[in-house]
């Protein structure tokens, strides 16, 4: 009987360190933090080359925007006065680390081919990478935006995909992202400068972390996004990694900041973003 009932809290206090370390485990914040990169990464692909672009005349109706820095050469072939396209978009920021106004580090290419002016509907941007880091993360992949024309509220919108999309910290293994979004130009579509521009993203996406667990994102409600920020300044979205319980990363209500709450099982963690 006494060996009975030593076996059964032998029994019962492995059962709770067992749930105890599978909590510990559960709450881990790597998941979100490497989702957060993957997203934050193509973002800032998307405003790079819509900020450059708009300073072209080949490939903007308006140009002759500011450059959001002053250590990027841009080419564009065939340049004017060919009118024609394709066109191939390169944006060099050399070979080693430009900070640039917003206060990134960037270096590399982001090479982009564009069917039409970068605003014309139906025009279709493919934007790959060679050797580009983003904050000293690279960033590699096929990125694909499409201008969808205006939606029935007469916002201009984009489809946008990426495959097989990598970002890596050094030292680390490659986060990988796919992803198939929705950008809703809900401001600035009719000034002559982009940094009025907002935008709201919708969409989902799925990927690896750096520690080689699978996992999927759906945005819940609209990422908001200024061109004027380089950070999502509001919206929300679901974090589901494999094995794990579901996060919740909310990125707040308006504020200019590099920081998002996460919630794992009703518990919030501050999330400061690459």
């Not at 914040?29 to 080359?49: E, P």
């Not at 520690?211 to 994102?217: I, R």
């Not at 920081?259 to 690459?274: C, N, P």
């Amino acid at each position: 009987m006494i060996k009975a009932a030593a076996s059964i809290l032998i029994f019962t206090f492995v059962l709770s360190s067992c749930r105890k370390n599978d909590r510990s485990s559960d709450i881990e914040m790597q998941s979100s933090r490497d989702a957060s990169l993957a997203l934050a990464s193509w973002n800032d692909v998307f405003r790079q080359t819509d900020i450059l672009a708009s300073a072209q005349a080949d490939l903007n109706t308006v140009a002759g925007q500011p450059f959001l820095t002053n250590c990027v050469s841009v080419t564009v072939t065939p340049a004017l006065p060919n009118t024609s396209f394709p066109k191939v978009f390169t944006m060099d920021y050399g070979n080693t680390n430009c900070q640039g106004p917003d206060g990134a580090q960037r270096h590399g290419q982001i090479i982009a081919t564009l069917s039409g002016k970068f605003h014309d509907s139906l025009t279709t941007i493919t934007i790959t990478t060679n050797n580009y880091f983003f904050n000293n993360n690279q960033i590699s992949g096929t990125y694909k935006i499409t201008n969808k024309g205006r939606n029935g509220a007469g916002h201009p919108c984009f489809a946008e995909t990426v495959a097989n999309g990598s970002s890596t910290r050094a030292g680390n293994n490659p986060i990988a992202w796919n992803s198939n979004f929705t950008r809703e130009w809900i401001q600035g579509d009719t000034s002559a400068t982009v940094f009025d521009d907002v935008f709201l993203i919708s969409g989902k996406a799925s990927g690896t972390t750096s520690q080689a667990n699978s996992f999927a994102v759906f945005i819940d409600s609209p990422l908001t996004f200024a061109m004027n920020c380089p950070w999502f300044e509001s919206g929300t979205l679901y974090l589901n990694p494999n094995g794990l319980a579901s996060r919740f990363i909310d990125f707040g209500t308006g504020s200019c900041d590099n920081q998002a709450a996460v919630w794992i099982f009703g518990t919030k963690s501050t999330l400061y973003l690459d």
